[in-house]
Each structure stands twice: as structure tokens, then as C-alpha cells.
């Protein structure tokens, strides 16, 4: 069964800290990876991922895929309050475009 | 960026009434859409997988009669949730594709509540 399952659930940290939220899947056939934020809507594109080792940053973003190892990581760093949300993190199995969601992490930025 | 509407973006209802939720993709076709439910503090879970021109595909424990997808042009798809009972009341996201590499945009759902 196709699965992806993220940790940590939740993380509450301090304005300025760097943070790592983790993905790892298994899925019969993998075309992508997907980051996405939540704030109190719908979900906010971050990252597309497809090929291994290679980095995709945005601002104070990033994201990298390992299709060995078959996990993700999305980093951010120097946070900031507006960076509280629910990441998702989502892989894409090449079945028409549907999506396989992992249980998302909640992060909290304290100020 | 691409853009995805859906509409209404919250809704109250009785129990036992039909709420229709649309969704449109503004600025490119979309031949696929897919509804998604999310319950609180909850991921995202597929219901169905909306089809241009055909009927839906359901995921697996997701009742056909009891969520009714239309997708009557390239451009918008209807979830109809048919006699509304509180066990209902959730977050209900759609989304589209756009491209060859499937890159998906959501549209900023619709949060129903059933009294």
C-alpha cells in the first residue's frame, strides 16, 4: 500500500531557530514529491521534487530528495512567527495526478 | 500562478438538505480535478478523482450516491453532498492539475457545517 509519513507531527520552536521537517514514502510508482504550507485555507504550493540531490530553494526554504533512500526534507531557517502552519508533504504516484498526503507536521514559531 | 476557485468558502446547513461546493480553474483547463477532505488536525484525504466528460472514480469507503461529482466542462467540477448529516461537517478542498508534470493547485476550500 502507498503510504508517506512525515515527522514530527508537531514543533513548536523560537523565532531565529533553524527547523527540519522530515517525509519518507513508499509507493509503487514514484513520479514526484510535493511540499506544501497550510495556514487556515487550503494548501500553498512550496516545492516540487523530482530528481535526487538536487536542492530546491526558496528564500529561506529548502528542500531536498533522496530516491535511495526514499525521504525528503524540507528545511527552514532563521523562522519567523508567519511561518506557523501545518506542512504537508505529498508524492504524486503517477496515477492521473492524484496525490498521497502524509499526515503533515504542525509547526509553531513562538515569538 | 495558476488559479483555482472554489466557492462557497463556508456554508451552514440543516441536516437532512444537498449542498452543492464548485470549483473552477480560472486561467487553464483542466481535463482531471480531485476533492479532497480534511478533517481537523488532519491530513488530506482523497475522495475522488473528477474526470472531464465522465463519471468520477471514488477512493475506496467514499459513497458515490452520497457525494455526487459532476464535471461538466474543462474548466469546473461540482461535489454535491447529498442529504447532509452533522458527520459531514468537514474542510472540503479541490484541486487541479496543470502540465505535463502534474503540478497541482488547490482551490481554498470549503468548510461545511451540518446542524
Known amino acids: 500500500e502507498d503510504k508517506v509519513v512525515q515527522s514530527p507531527l508537531s514543533l513548536v520552536v523560537h523565532e531565529g531557530d533553524t527547523v527540519t521537517l522530515n517525509c519518507s514514502y513508499e509507493v509503487t510508482n514514484f513520479r514526484s514529491l510535493l511540499w506544501y504550507k497550510q495556514e487556515k485555507k487550503a494548501p500553498t504550493f512550496l516545492f516540487m521534487l523530482t530528481s535526487s540531490g538536487i536542492e530546491k530553494k526558496s528564500g529561506r526554504l529548502s528542500s531536498i530528495l533522496d530516491k535511495k533512500e526514499l525521504f525528503s526534507i524540507l528545511n527552514i531557517t532563521a523562522t519567523q512567527t508567519g511561518d506557523s502552519a501545518i506542512y504537508l508533504c505529498?508524492?504524486?504516484?503517477?496515477?492521473?495526478?492524484?496525490?498521497?498526503f502524509g499526515q503533515g507536521t504542525e509547526l509553531s514559531v513562538k515569538p | 500562478g495558476a488559479v483555482v476557485s472554489q466557492h462557497p468558502s463556508r456554508v451552514i446547513c440543516k441536516s437532512g438538505t444537498s449542498v452543492k461546493i464548485e470549483c473552477r480553474s480560472l486561467?487553464?483547463?483542466?481535463?482531471?480535478m480531485f476533492w479532497y477532505r480534511q478533517f481537523p488536525k488532519k491530513s488530506l484525504m482523497l475522495m475522488a478523482t473528477s474526470n472531464e466528460g465522465s463519471k468520477a472514480t471514488y477512493e475506496q469507503g467514499v459513497e458515490k450516491d452520497k457525494f455526487l461529482i459532476n464535471h461538466a466542462s474543462l474548466t469546473l467540477s461540482t461535489l454535491t453532498v447529498t442529504s447532509a448529516h452533522p458527520e459531514d461537517s468537514s474542510f472540503y478542498i479541490c484541486s487541479a492539475s496543470r502540465g505535463s508534470l502534474g503540478e497541482l493547485f488547490f482551490g481554498e476550500g470549503s468548510r461545511l457545517t451540518v446542524l
Open positions: 486561467d487553464f483547463q483542466a481535463t482531471t
Open positions: 505529498a508524492v504524486d504516484p503517477n496515477q492521473g495526478g492524484k496525490l498521497i
